[in-house]
């Protein structure tokens, strides 16, 4: 079956960086487009970047065009997020996403703190 499994989050200070990795298994990782998605306390889940299936096309939410950095690696079913100059409302729960024959499928999420 389908599995997501998020990784890389912590506690960081303003401007510091993190590297979020998702690793999937359970379908064919190469054909499909993979996204990170963010949830605040209080908010909605949002779109934060998404990567095609062969990793050459990629778009991000206006938020964080220029400070973060989606990438994958198809030889290991994974991808990940560079997250630098990270700012005090970076604070969420980070998910990566694949939508499978219209069907979403979630990892668990993995906290990511921006505080002083």
């Known amino acids: 079956q389908v599995q997501i499994v998020e990784s890389g989050g912590g506690l960081v200070q303003p401007g510091g960086s993190l590297r979020l990795s998702c690793a999937a298994s359970g379908f064919t990782f190469t054909i499909y487009n993979m996204n990170w998605y963010r949830q605040a306390p209080g908010k909605e889940r949002e779109l934060v970047a998404t990567?095609?299936?062969?990793?050459?096309?990629?778009s991000y939410a206006d938020s964080v065009k220029g400070r973060f950095t989606i990438s994958r690696d198809n030889s290991k079913s994974t991808v990940y997020l560079q997250m630098n100059s990270l700012e005090l409302e970076d604070t969420a729960v980070y998910y990566c996403?694949?939508?499978?024959?219209?069907?979403?499928?979630w990892g668990q999420g993995t906290q990511v703190t921006v505080s002083s």
């Open positions: 990567i095609n299936n062969s990793g050459r096309t990629t």
């Open positions: 996403n694949a939508r499978i024959r219209s069907v979403n499928y």
